[in-house]
């Protein structure tokens, strides 16, 4: 790193660096609060640290201090340890539900990303119609999950669903069962997860490509850039950060999907549909053990945390390249 | 701040020595206040004052009917009390609502199924308030008959109240759907063996019918085929340990792991690999299979008793259902034993200790189940039979005629505990259902699942509910 000039010097450079160190610290100390300044600064941030405190530490000391304890939901809390941890490794129900869970948390935020990128990239090259299509992708993300769920599961159901008499009329069979399978249930809520929110993640996609300077652009046309190279050359490496900020958000939001996998499937047939935050709630509500569902919440919670930290970290290096 | 309190001397004539006498003054007022809130809660004998009393009620049955035309006797009788209500989905009822029931935001009258995790925790924690007083005075133990004796906890105390009984596992069938599948329901109206209903179901589908629509994808209907089934593949004494061997105190005497309830499991997973139910099942609830039968597209719906006077009614008068329904009872495991419907009185109603007009709470509960209130709300209000035996038979002609015809029926034959709406459902029923799906898809065997239910119960015995 070179502060002044330009040197092949060594020693040179490092005194710069330190005459440059000790005039930031000077001007730092002229700027730093008094103790009467730093004391008010305190007092003005005293109901920000008191929020964070009642509304994120306790909460999150409290699923800590459940995720080790027995507790049916009244009365009671009673320590034991990590026999909760011992009872989730036991149940081979934890392993199978985190699977699904992370295949469908990715497969949605994978899906949605896909086609939020290619219908940003239509839109913004001036695709006949554009206005209209951002509206019409935006208004299922408007629309209440539980009922979109619902309208979904009764648009699946065999012979009388409109995607079955749809598929009939085109030949393919109008019977299928896709939510009543173990093997297929799955997929139709990936379906409809994609398909209920894509139009948020297109519309701040498409607002981050429309925001690459058109002199760039121009550049590369002049340079003999076609249009699928002007995408991935030039749009998609600019957007990459806005990309990745959306997919890590996707994952962590679909990660905590519960209310569509429950209007739609409980869960089942079986375990099949069973994501970590019904598991837990079946845990907590259906067999009142709140601990072992505290504990689901904080492991769930430590995978979200790691990766909203890789997404974090891979956004900021795609900004700095 | 010494200018602030010189500046406020000056214009309210306010010192501090006031202000510290001001502010104990409040916080004294304040504690009375919160104190006499608490004693005239607690000791809330019958005030005259005006009172609101909220009660909870199921939103998918027939429980706004029910209560609002008992709160509209019981407002009449007493002006100064007003019924407030809070409704609560059917996945609620036995889950999350032990956080409602508990807090100080409970209603006075809660709706806690007896089989729920609700019940067993809230008793557990002594949170519910007995109901004693009720049970002796109006002899309503008598009135309700055998069935109360389950009431009764083992701490000695009534907990809660049920307001119905009705008869679930019950076979509805569709007679223009039969008729033109040239199948027959059997004449005794109880199928033989599994092969029979599986022969029959066949034939309707030949002509185009689903066999039996059921609800796969609840948290119970699953499981119900197993209570009419399992006391056809068991002994009686086999039976009765099976309804109490989840309590440490009781010996295991049958295992679940024996014949009788792993033929049973076998034989639900038959009825499915034979195709017996419509396709998709696993992935319809029970007013999509309801919505199929009324339609006339199955010969048989799986349901029961409270249907004729809710779901067949409305239908009807929307002018989808276009048939009588009959009905028959499931097979039996074991050919030639066959199987009945199962009593439930489950869903019923007690008062949280968090209640703030317990007095009150308590006496329009016991007003609730006096034959007086029964006959108002249960019999003619929501068209259910009453829990209580005691309203006389002649009031009876107003329940639909396909309830009266099951009643006939269980009165000749007799009706059968079930097993999951008998035990708590956390060991029983929410337990096994999935596993029972599983089964169902072909995922896990009979044997499996009896299995996991045996270890179960060593579970709880060892580490309670």
Redesign the interface.
Known sequence: MRVVGKTDDPSIDSLSISLASKKRKKANKNVGLNRTNARTAWVFLLPLFVVLFVFLALPIFNSLRLSVSKW????PVKYVGAANYHRLVEQGNFFYSARITVIFAFSVAFLIIALAVILAAAVSSGIRGGKFMKVVWFFPGIAPPTAVAIFW??S?????GIVNIFLRNIGLGG????????RT?LYPIIFVAVWASVGFAFLVILGATESVPVSIREAAIIDGANVRQQFTKITLPLIRPVVLTIFTLEIIWNFNGFTMVWAM????????T?ILPIYA??EA????RFGTAALIAVVAGAFLILIGAIGTRLSRSAQVE | MKEMESNMQKIFGITRKRIAGISALSLIGGMLVVAGYQTSAKADALSTGPVTITVQYETSATGDKEWHAVAAAFEKLHPNVTIAYSPITNDAK???N??VL?SDGSPDIGLIPLNS?VY???V??K?LVPLDGIFAADKTVKRIGPPAAALKTDDGHYYATPHTVVWYNILWANPVAIKASGVQLPASQRFNSVADLIAFAKGCQKHGYAGLAIG????YQASWMLDSMLPTAVSADAFHNYLNNYKPSVPVTAHYTDAGFVNTLAALGQLAKAGVY???????NVD?STA?FTSGKSCLLLGGSWMPGGAFADATKAGTMKFKPTFATLPGVTAGKPASFNPYYGDAFGIPTQSKNQAWALEFLRYFISDEGQTIGALNAAGNVPAVTTIPKSALGVLPDAVKEVMAFVNKVGAQSGWTSETP??FSQ??IN??I??I??G??TPAQVAKKQEDKMNDVRKNG?
């Open positions: 049916p939901g009244v009365g599961s009764s699946l159901q065999p012979d009388s019977n299928h069962a896709l939510l009543g399978s173990e249930a499937t409980r869960g089942g047939p079986g375990v099949s069973e709630y079946k509500f259906f067999f009142g | 036995g889950g999350s032990l956080q508990t995790n067993t925790q809230m557990a924690a949170q796969g994808n609840t948290n419509q396709k998709g099942y696993l992935g319809m999509q199929l459902g956390a929410t337990f999935p596993l799906q599983q169902q898809s995922s896990l509910l």
